[in-house]
């Protein structure tokens, strides 16, 4: 392996408070939601926007779908409390306001040190760029692949030979690694891939073990 190539959502980064969001912008129309069932709400409406269904829908292809379509699906969320699709939406969606797990530098650094070249592949509306810079990590990857500058999204394996393309390395020579089946695409394009189980251990994704693929 001469690189490896990370989703971002749910892979290095995740949203840390959409239960919370839920309760203050249901607490500010006037409806009391407890903590459990507010988590509950994410859950549910976070697993379905992660279906063949919805990820079918083009969002990640401009920043006007990625609106439309995720506020359609939020909506399940206003019978609970009106307003909270926008809140969700304008609070939990937005890329800066996610954070990286506790062992994305960590691993992300280990794999530097090792020499290999690292690429980010996201179906994301927005340049990452920055993201990655507020937090210190940007001089840890050696590209962006974004699905709008793209104009393909995941599973799509265009997408994935854009990101090796970009990394000056052949698709055989390259790890996929992410958490949903979408990133499996990766096969068709010729690469390897490992898909990070679904339990998480608190605030560590499991990303070690890339680091132990790659020896």
């Given at each position: ?34 903590e ?47 307003g ?31 020499r ?23 001089s ?44 499996a695409?990766?096969?068709r394009a ?25 020896k």
């Open positions: 392996m001469r690189a490896v190539l990370f989703d971002w959502g749910d892979t290095l980064f995740h949203a840390p408070h959409a239960p919370e969001v839920i309760v203050s912008a249901a607490r500010e129309a006037g409806v009391g939601v407890s459990v069932d507010a988590r509950g709400l994410w859950d549910e409406i976070w697993t379905a926007g992660k279906t063949p269904e919805e990820i079918g829908k083009g969002r990640d292809l401009s920043p006007e779908a990625h609106r439309r379509v995720w506020i359609d699906l939020f909506a399940r969320a206003d019978r609970v409390a009106p909270l699709s926008r809140a969700l939406y304008e609070q939990v969606m937005d890329p800066h306001s996610w954070v990286p797990y506790a062992d994305t530098g960590p691993v992300l650094r280990e794999l530097r040190a090792r290999l070249r690292i690429g980010v592949v996201s179906n994301v509306p927005a340049d990452l760029r920055p993201v990655f810079a507020k937090h210190r990590l940007d840890l990857v050696d590209s962006f692949t974004h699905s709008f500058e793209v104009g393909a999204e995941k599973p799509d394996p265009a997408i994935f030979l854009a990101a090796a393309k970009s990394l000056g390395v052949a698709p055989n020579e390259t790890l996929m690694v992410g958490d949903h089946p979408v990133d695409g990766a096969e010729g690469m390897r891939v490992f898909i990070l189980p679904g339990e998480i251990d608190g605030e560590v994704r499991g990303l070690k073990r890339v680091v132990d693929l790659v």
